[in-house]
């Protein structure tokens, strides 16, 4: 994905988010366990956290995606 692709993606999230400090706090639809932001981006509905980092071009076939913070929230 292009950096305008990220740019536009961190625009739709935010949209999402009340800022708290260093976190941006999700409001939006969360997976199935209650806990885990999830929006569609690209056609797929997933992990916030992990549409971020493959948008940032990180490989994340077998990785978790989570928040330095731990609030899963974040």
Same mark, same amino acid.
């Given at each position: 994905?292009?950096?305008?692709g990220?740019?536009?993606l961190?625009?739709?999230?935010q &949209?999402?988010?009340?800022?708290?400090g260093?976190c941006? *706090?999700?409001?939006?639809? $969360?997976?199935?366990?209650?806990? =885990?932001?999830?929006?569609?981006?690209n056609g797929?509905? &997933?992990?916030v956290?992990?549409?971020?980092?493959?948008? *940032?071009?990180?490989?994340? $076939?077998?990785?978790?995606?989570? =928040?330095?913070c731990?609030?899963p929230?974040?």
């Open positions: 994905m292009k950096d305008d990220l740019e536009q961190l625009i739709k999230v &949209g999402f988010c009340i800022e708290d260093d941006w *706090r999700w409001t939006g639809a $969360k997976q199935s366990n209650g806990s =885990t932001p999830s929006m569609q981006w797929k509905v &997933g992990n956290r992990r549409h971020i980092l493959e948008a *940032r071009g990180v490989k994340m $076939k077998g990785y978790l995606a989570w =928040t330095s731990r609030n929230d974040c």
